[in-house]
């Protein structure tokens, strides 16, 4: 079975606020066009969750270290 990682994990790990990230990744969903796999993968009144190694789990990462 393929590991899920979640917004809570992914803060842990790289030490940030998990309210900022989220305010984050919202900004980012809305411009599909630079950010399509993140954008696809979200899914309105569900966690912020993503299959570990996926796409979109590599550009929330991206757009959370930025």
């Known amino acids: ?10 803060c842990e790990e790289l030490k940030i606020d998990p309210r900022e990230a989220r305010e984050r990744l919202r900004a980012a969903v809305t411009d599909a066009k630079a950010n399509p796999e993140l954008a696809k993968a979200r899914k309105p009144r569900t966690p912020w969750q993503w299959v570990k190694g996926s796409a979109a789990h590599n550009e929330a ?3 959370l270290k930025a």
């Open 1 to 10: 079975m393929s590991d899920i990682i979640t917004l809570k994990a992914l």
């Open 61 to 63: 990462i991206k757009i």
